[in-house]
């Protein structure tokens, strides 16, 4: 199948990538809902028991949230137009292209690293006994569960930053700004 005209063709990686970053933005703020929950005193998932013992590190868990959050915030830039012309506002960078290697590697770092991680929960979760292995027990779900959808955020993340690939591939490189004109001859 050519790749203009198959899977692979721009209109189309478009349309599944949509799905893809949906994906990958649902399951980071998933998981940040509760750290931020706990983080303001709200045990959700866990039991009163296990709240205790998370409180004195919730705000390290808020800060996880908020980097999560910020991933997904910035997953929705393959599929917004900011994501592939700078916004007017940003200094020096206004209106011009963002370069696709600017998106595309730091998401696929992303990817690979949730990716490896989430393997690491749900082999902990499965095989090692992850009350052992974390504070909370497999009663609090809000401890572990949100973990378990990592490796499906990394391949959803995978799979969005190819998508944009895909679509942005063919385009001309950013053209350079013009030379500054010389003063007095020089």
Do not use: C, H, K, Q
């Amino acid at each position: 199948v050519d790749a203009a005209t198959g899977w692979r063709a721009p209109e189309r990686a478009a349309r599944w990538g949509r799905v893809a970053v949906a994906v990958s933005v649902l399951v980071p703020v998933g998981y940040a809902v509760t750290r931020f929950a706990w983080f303001v005193g709200i045990p959700l998932g866990l039991t009163a028991e296990s709240f205790e013992r998370v409180r004195p590190i919730a705000g390290f868990g808020a800060g996880l949230g908020a980097f999560a959050v910020v991933g997904a915030l910035l997953t929705l830039g393959l599929l917004r137009p900011w994501g592939e012309v700078f916004p007017r506002w940003v200094p020096g960078l206004g209106g011009r292209p963002v370069p696709v290697g600017l998106a595309v590697v730091p998401a696929a770092f992303v990817s690979v690293a949730v990716t490896s991680a989430g393997l690491m929960f749900v082999r902990l979760t499965l095989f090692s006994g992850l009350g052992d292995a974390f504070p909370v027990g497999m009663a609090d779900v809000a401890g572990w569960l949100p973990e378990m959808f990592w490796p499906v955020w990394g391949a959803a993340l995978g799979l969005s930053t190819y998508a944009y690939w895909l679509r942005r591939r063919g385009e001309a490189p950013p053209v350079p700004a013009e030379p500054p004109t010389p003063v007095n001859g020089r």
